[in-house]
């Protein structure tokens, strides 16, 4: 970096406003002037060991990285419009952190923010804690490992996702996405994957009441299922489950098998159901 701001607290408007090849270090951007947009339009530059309590500190940031800072409730939505970033060991409570960046990478953070990451592109999120309401709303090309998720309404409308060695605590997960892949995790929520296009779970559990509705092209394979009645219903599914399902209701096409089923249900259907549910140990169909 070709300059370096140290130890200094800013509070006026644009107060770095396109700075460019540098490196900020230990400084607080607060004040009773209460500018916005501190760091606006910067370009190149890493801020480490820095503490955020100004709204839409860093908007349109270009080649970034943000290192063990912090970001309160003030700076609310603390970075849109970004590209080429990356966000490591920070702590985040801006209600509405990322909107509309791209080929952004967060590491090691925790978040909370009701409004994270909307209308993303090419997000990698890794090694992470994030309480999000509407978790990546509408976001596309985003890998996750070993995140831990709280929320409602989480992956939405999103497309080409995939989550590895996660523990996601949500309600309304993936409706209306496509092309998602999870692996290897624990997913918690009521009416899971409703709408969805090309959902497929691999070695994980799920948990909660109604899930997996209304898909098309939805695989499970090797995974678990725990508190899930009325599974299934209007779903085209390819289904390997290990123990068992508490119900399953008309399954639209394709074949769902477990080791038990509480109750097959077969009524009041809307449309043509012929999906199988075939019970492991008995090697009979229903």
Same mark, same amino acid.
Not at 110 to 119: D, L, T, V
Not at 127 to 136: K, Q, R, W
């Given at each position: 970096m070709k300059k370096s701001i140290l130890n200094q607290t800013f509070d006026e408007e644009r107060s770095l406003y396109n700075i460019k090849d540098t490196e900020v270090l230990n400084c607080?951007?607060?004040?009773?002037?209460?500018? &916005?947009?501190?760091?606006? &339009?910067?370009?190149?530059?890493?801020?480490?060991n820095c503490s955020f309590s100004l709204r839409y500190p860093m908007w349109h940031a270009k080649k970034f990285c943000l290192k063990n800072s912090i970001l309160d409730e003030k700076t609310r939505a603390p970075l849109?419009?970004?590209?080429?970033?990356?966000?490591?060991?920070? @702590?985040?409570?801006?209600?509405?952190c990322l909107r509309e960046c791209k080929n952004i990478k967060a590491d090691n953070c @925790?978040?909370?923010?009701? &409004?994270?990451?909307?209308?993303c592109? @090419?997000?990698?999120?890794? @090694?992470?804690?994030?309480?999000?309401?509407?978790?990546?709303? &509408?976001?596309k090309d985003v890998e996750i490992d070993n995140l831990k998720m709280t929320g409602k309404y989480s992956?939405?409308?999103?497309?080409?996702?995939?989550?590895?060695n996660s523990n996601l605590d949500t309600k309304d997960a993936f409706w209306h996405s496509k092309n998602i892949v999870v692996e290897n995790s624990v997913v918690k929520g009521e009416y899971l994957?409703?709408?969805s296009e090309n959902l497929t779970f691999i070695n994980c559990k799920i948990i909660g009441t109604q899930p997996l509705c209304y898909c098309k092209n939805l695989k499970l394979i090797n995974c678990e299922m725990e508190a899930t009645d009325l599974s299934f219903e209007y779903s085209d599914v390819e289904a390997d489950i290990k123990g068992h399902i508490d119900?399953?209701?008309?399954?639209?096409?394709?074949?769902?098998?477990?080791?038990?089923v509480g109750e097959i249900i077969s009524q009041d259907a809307i449309m043509k159901c012929s999906g199988r549910v075939i019970i492991r140990e008995q090697q009979l169909s229903a």
């Open positions: 607080k951007f607060e004040g009773p002037a209460d500018g &916005e947009s501190v760091l606006k &339009e910067g370009r190149n530059y890493i801020v480490k849109w419009y970004c590209t080429n970033g990356t966000l490591a060991d920070c @702590n985040i409570t801006g209600i509405k @925790n978040i909370a923010s009701a &409004e994270f990451g909307w209308r592109k @090419n997000l990698k999120i890794s @090694n992470s804690t994030i309480d999000s309401m509407y978790f990546l709303f &509408e976001s992956f939405q409308y999103m497309k080409n996702l995939s989550i590895k994957g409703w709408f119900s399953i209701k008309n399954p639209k096409s394709g074949t769902i098998i477990a080791d038990s």
